[in-house]
Structure formats: C-alpha cells, structure tokens
C-alpha cells in the first residue's frame, strides 16, 4: 500500500520522479491506482466474506430461522443486482465520478454490516439489509472496474486486472477464517463479527477516499436520454460481439456450487471435507490471475477468454469421465481455478479498449448485467435439466453447449475483432466504423496520465 | 505544491488513523461481546438419562448452562432444571442412547453427531458438514439418525440440500447421506436425483423408519426399510415425521399457511386408515415433534426473537396448546 500512498502519477510509462527498481518486479507495471484499488477490495471482500461465512450459522442456529428462510435470501442476492448495477453504470458516466458512485456503494455495504444487527430476527428486514449489501456490491463493480481500466495503459491491462483480481482473491481467503477466528475468541458472538466486519468495510471506504483517485473525462452527451447512451455501445461491432458472446457463455456456465456438489457426489467426498472445495478453485484462481492476466496481454485477452472456457470444458470432462479420487478432484479444481483465472478479469481488460473512456462504466456495467442474467437463467436450466435427467445428463447438455459456443466463438468472429486488444496495437485500435456513437473526442488519452488534480 | 503535500499527507494519514480507530472499534466490542458471553463454566450436574419419569431437553434460558441438556420431571416440567455439562445444537435421547448435534467454530466450523451413554458421555464421534437440524434414536435406543442442512449447496437455486445420516450403533455401521436408497414414489422406481431426506424416525424393530423426501418441490412421506434398503412414499405435503410410541400414528408438519417462512401446522396421521388430524396448535411449528406420551406431542415453539418453548397438545386434535418448559428446545422422554 505503500505505492499507492507514495506514487501518485502512472508508474506504467515511466512517470518521472519513479527511480527503475525501487518497486518488485511486476508491481513497476502496475499502476499505483490499480494497486490502490485491489487494496479495497481486498479488504472489502474480507468483511463480506467474514458475513457470508457465518450468516447461514447465524440465521439459524442463532434466530431459529427455518432454513427455508435462507432459501430466500438466495434469491435476493442474485436479483438485488442487476438494475442497481446499470443505473450506478450510467449515473457514473453521465457525472463523471466513477469513485463517487462505487464509493457510495462500498458506503452501503459495509452499513449494511450494521444493519444486520439491527434488523434482529425479522426476516422480512434481514431480507432487505441482504438485498441492499447486494446492491452496493453491483453498483460499485462497473465504476471499479471502469477506474482499473482507465488508469492503466492499453497493454497492461490483462496484469493490471489479473493483480486486482489476486488481490481481492486474498481478501476472500481471509474472510471466513477471520470471521471464525471472531467467533472463537468471543464465545460465539455474532455480533462481533458484524461490528468487526463493518470496521473492514469501513477501512475499505477509507482506502477507497484517500488513496484511489478518479478521472475525469468528456461526459457523454447529455442529449442523449437517460440510458440509451449506454445501449448504444452496441451499435459497435466489436462490443456487440462480445457482450452476446459472454452472454451466450454465461448461459452454459455452471454455478460453482453445483460442481461442488458434482465433486462431492461423485467421487464420495465425506461431508466435513465439502466446505473445503471452493478453497480449491479460488487457490488456483489466486495463484494464476497474474500470470494469466500477463500472457492474455501477450497473446491476445479474447484468445484468453476463450482459452478460460476450454479449460471448464475440461473441468466439466473430468466431471463426466470415468475416473475417479484425486485424479478428478485435483484437475478439475485446479481447471475451474483456471476457468475464472483467464476469464473474470481478462473479459474487463478485453472490453477496455472498446468502450470510449466517458461510456466505459456504463458499458462495462451492461457486459457485467448480461453475464450475470445469463448465470441465473443458466441455473434455471440446468436444475430443470438435473431434475428430469439427473445431474450427469444435465451436466453433459452443458458440455455440449459449451462446445457449440466456443466453436461459433473462434470460427465465427474474424479474428481481428478477437484481437482488437493485442499489445502491438496501442490505444484506440477500434475500426472507425466500430466506434460507439457518442464517443470521446480522438485525442482523449485512453488511460490515465493526469497529474494530481 | 502545499496543496500537493497537503493531499499526499492526508492520503498517507488518513488510513493510518482510519485503521487505528477502527480496529480499536473492532477490537473493544469484541472484547466487550466476549465479556457478556462470558458465562460462569456450568458444574455439570449429573443426569441418568435412562431414569424413567423425566423430560430430557436442550435448555436454552440464558446464563450459565445455555444451549446445555437439561432434565426435569415429567408430571412437574415446571420445576428447577437440573443442567448438566454437555452443549449440543439438537439432542434427542432414548432408552440410555442420546444423539448431539454441535458444530465447533475453529478455523473451519465443525459439526459432529456425538453418541453419547445414560450419562452423556461421549462414546462416539462422527463428522459431517453443516447446520445441525434433526436429531433422533429409536425407541430401542439401537439406531441413530440426523439431519443437517448443508451450506454452499443452494447459491443461486434458491433451494437447500439436506444430509440425513443414519447410524446402527449395534454394528456400528454409518449412512452419511441416505438419498442413494432406492426410491419408490406411488410405487414405481424414482431415479431423478434432485432428492433430499430428513427427519427420520425409526420404529420399535430398528428397522421401518419414516422421513421426509422432497422432489421436484414436492415434499412425500416415505417408509423406508433399513434392512432391505429401500423406500417408498406414503402421501404427499408431510414433514417432519415422528411415530407416536404404539407405532401406529406420525405426527408431521404440514403446509397449510401462505406465509412462506411460517408454513406448517401440526397434524397426526393415522397410519391404519391414513387419515390426519390438525392438531390444536396453530401456530406454524418448525420442529420434529416428539411424544410426551400415547395421547400427546411436545415440540419447541418460537418466540419470534430468537428463542422457544417447550409446548405440548393433545394428539387427536382437541384441547389447547400448554408451555410445557420455558426456554427449551430439542425434548424427549
């Protein structure tokens, strides 16, 4: 954190009063604002996961809620996201504070740890402080992400993504172990974990004030109503092929707790074992999100992409195959690990380049709504699939779509629109024809350079 | 350039201070929760739990002994509660045989099922994953059975997965989770593997149990055969089955109310003629019921903040409900 606190200009070019080999290795490419930013969410995904590791506990061992209860909540979680997460999208571009509008949604969330405590044992507020956590969290991902692409130059983007996506990887890791850790020195005082919790998301806004700075740029055209502008990133060949081809992956995508289950089931994992898996999967996601990140800037973001979907094609194989024990479970964590590695941040930095830095929130924001809509349907199928055929079938008809999408993806878009974000190419490498209407004016710089404002 | 070093000190101060005051915060109200749940280490009292004459249960009353198995007598369950020294989240005891439900929080939360003797000693351990919520022995105290509802399974479904397990401690062999067992839904073979069991309860030959099965967003009774492995259902919207002491009625759950977090009524099904009876008790009841004796049930009842009750009605459908035990959960004889 010290970077972030000691540089404030752009380490990526050089910026002068940075003296070559004061930082790490990879750290010098990284932008100090990219560094700034997976510091908050490090953090903040701490006190998140510090939440979700013991709420199930909470809600019923401690309020006596039927599980039913929890059944619900579920749902709210994945709904509260999508409108919030395009409004916030556009009302970020249209004023031109991205840091303002995901401030205020890591504001919400960490308050929100706050009013689990006071919501009690109603499950009709519970429910609302869940689904009000959830829409803090969609409405700071696009400006966040937005924030990371425009402060880092065009052909560091898959490292400046992939070092985010570690870092706010490692706050996952923390978070359940803290808030156990709570647990046990307090005697089982869930309270304490909320209090401590907010103290983390509290952290993470300070973090996100002092430290982040955000950029201005040529606000899209006010003329424009309301959220068309954002839509109209779609007249753009190359986005449009993107956001359909993400969403068309989405929609053959399993949710991560079904190839738990899968695992579990089949290769008989004793139960005590199965809160380990996901522990699995998001090691391997830590450990190659940087790696990952850098090769997809050497050999092309979409090609990575692509290249993170073969791999849970690969994961779904072992699923299906005949083998068993540690040579399943081994691979196919270590390719699920693989699948968001290549794919979570490298989408962000393959779209960057694509969207007008003053739209790039909002377009940022409906890619992200697509991919997640997609998941939920995607859930929808493959239980109506795994209740009338069981989960294998339901599993291979996946597979199957997976191998139709990922063949359509690399026979059926030219290759150029797939390397649009190659690193030969630098800056604004979109075809005239594929630039979005309403978009910055040629000489607005595609990162940030600015000075302190 | 002031302004500059102005903004750069502000920048490097200002998490300085932020980190510094909260984990102060952080750190003052946890010692301070630590403190309140600090309660004096109960002296265990000893309890037999084979001694005829005595309502065994989880006391939940606040203070030293919370969560704790209690005793107190059965014709006067309003009386002092002897409080002994082991903690489960669901207990149920029979003929000298109980069965505890705890979860452990370490650096990964555990749960285990505990065998435990006449005089709650551990005699055996077995672990699972989860939120403990079914507990049961049957009526010779031979087999055990649990429910626990599993945390991760449902992101994103909506729904929930159950891992029930039955134990012989006669032989000491161990079911994790029963949803392999053959299933016969109106007597044909049922292979769809959405399935989920709970609630088991075993009849007086350790070898017929009943459950709760739900497919399809269906929820069955079914018989099951521990010998022959196999189960089939009986009828459909019954959870929660527990077989009165004369083998021959289940009180269950039912849903009959629209509000979704508080959908059941207890009713008695009578397994000759496989008629039910709404019981007296209206308020939505979220337990496996036990019996008090051959003409009541007992189950806890919620408070709404967090705590229960101990009730009990009549099991043909008259009287009213009466508070059995205040601050108590999980009972048996």
């Keep these: ?453 | 350039m002031t302004a500059f070093r102005q903004h750069a000190r502000f920048r490097l101060l200002a998490p300085v201070v932020a980190l510094l005051v909260l984990a102060g915060l952080g750190v003052g109200y946890s010692v301070h929760a630590a403190k309140r749940e600090a309660v004096p280490a109960v002296h265990g009292e000893p309890i037999d739990t084979a001694r005829p004459g005595q309502l065994l249960f989880r006391n939940t009353a606040p203070g030293a002994g919370h969560g704790n198995i209690a005793a107190v007598p059965a014709d006067t369950a309003g009386a002092p509660r002897t409080v002994s020294g082991l903690g489960c989240e669901r207990f149920y005891s029979a003929a000298g045989t109980g069965v505890c439900l705890v979860t452990s929080t370490g650096a990964v939360p555990r749960t285990y099922a505990l065998i435990v003797d006449r005089q709650l000693r551990e005699v055996r351990r077995v672990k699972l994953s989860g939120i403990p919520n079914r507990a049961r022995v049957s009526p010779s105290g031979r087999m055990v059975s649990w429910t626990v509802f599993v945390q991760g399974d449902s992101y994103n479904t909506g729904g929930f997965s159950t891992w029930t397990g039955i134990l012989d401690t006669r032989t000491g062999y161990a079911v994790l989770n029963i949803e392999d067992i053959p299933l016969f839904i109106d007597g044909r073979r049922y292979r769809a593997s959405d399935v989920n069991f709970w609630g088991v309860t075993f009849a007086a030959d350790d070898n017929r149990f009943y459950a709760t099965v739900t497919t399809k967003g269906k929820t069955y009774l079914v018989q099951g055969d521990y010998g022959k492995w196999e189960a089939h259902t009986l009828r459909e919207n019954a959870e929660c089955p527990s077989l009165s002491p004369d083998g021959t009625r289940v009180v269950f759950k039912k849903r009959v109310y629209s509000d979704a977090a508080r959908p059941w009524r207890l009713h008695v099904l009578d397994l000759a003629t496989m008629l039910e009876t709404p019981l007296a008790e209206t308020a939505s009841i979220d337990d496996q019921a036990a019996w008090f004796d051959e003409h009541t049930v007992m189950y806890a009842r919620s408070r709404g903040k967090g705590g229960s009750d101990v009730w009990a009605v009549p099991s043909d459908g008259t009287g009213q409900p009466r508070e059995l035990i205040v601050d108590a959960a999980s009972p048996s004889r």
Excluded at chain 1, 322 to 333: K, M, Q
Aim: hydrophobic share 50%; proline share 6%; net charge positive.
């Design chain 1, 1 to 453: 954190m010290y970077i972030s606190a000691s540089s404030s200009t752009s380490a990526a070019d050089g910026a002068p009063g940075l003296r070559p080999g004061r930082r790490a290795g990879l750290l010098r490419t990284v932008p100090a604002n990219v560094v700034a930013l997976g510091a908050v969410s490090m953090v903040t995904d701490v006190s998140s996961e510090m939440v979700s590791a013991v709420l199930p506990l909470y809600l019923v061992l401690q309020l006596g809620l039927s599980p039913l209860a929890f059944g619900m909540f579920d749902s709210l979680y994945s709904g509260a996201t999508v409108l919030v997460r395009l409004v916030g999208g556009h009302l970020a571009d249209r004023r031109q504070r991205r840091k303002l509008v995901a401030g205020i949604g890591y504001g919400l969330s960490a308050v929100c740890k706050l009013g689990l405590l006071a919501a009690g044992s109603s499950v009709g507020a519970l429910g609302a402080v869940v689904a009000a956590d959830r829409a803090g969290k969609g409405l700071r991902t696009a400006p966040r992400d937005a924030l990371i692409s425009l402060s880092t130059p065009p052909q560091a983007l898959g490292l400046a993504f992939g070092v985010h996506r570690a870092m706010d990887t490692v706050g996952a890791f923390i978070g359940p172990l803290a808030a156990f850790a709570v647990l046990a020195a307090t005697g089982t005082a869930y309270d304490a974990v909320f209090v401590v919790s907010f103290c983390v998301a509290a952290l993470g806004v300070v973090l996100l004030v002092s430290l982040v700075r955000d950029r201005q740029d040529p606000p899209p055209d006010r003329r424009e109503p309301a959220l068309r502008a954002a839509f109209g990133l779609l007249r753009a060949a190359a986005f449009r092929r993107t956001c359909v081809l993400t969403a068309a992956l989405g929609l053959v995508t399993v949710s991560d707790s079904f190839i738990y289950l899968l695992l579990q089931r089949r290769l008989g994992i004793a139960p005590e074992y199965f809160p380990l898996l996901p522990l699995g999967t998001t090691g391997a996601y830590l450990l190659l999100a940087v790696p990952l990140g850098r090769m997809a800037d050497r050999t092309g973001r979409f090609r990575m992409f692509l290249g993170g979907h073969v791999a849970l094609l690969g994961a779904y194989a072992m699923l299906l195959g005949p083998a068993g024990g540690l040579f399943v479970l081994i691979p196919a964590l270590l390719l699920h690990g693989v699948f968001y590695a290549a794919t979570d941040g490298v989408l962000m930095a393959a779209a960057g380049p694509m969207l007008p830095a003053g739209l790039r929130t909002s377009g940022m924001a409906l890619l992200q709504t697509g991919q997640a809509g997609a998941r939920v349907v995607s859930s929808i199928i493959l239980g109506a699939a795994w209740t009338a055929w069981g989960p294998r079938t339901g599993l291979a008809v996946m597979a199957t779509g997976l191998a139709v999408c990922l063949l359509v993806a690399r026979f059926g878009f030219p290759t150029d629109d797939a390397r649009t974000d190659d690193t030969d190419s630098s800056g604004g490498t979109e075809a005239p024809d594929d630039r979005a209407p309403g978009t910055a004016s040629p000489n607005a710089r595609a990162y940030d350079e600015e000075t302190i404002a």
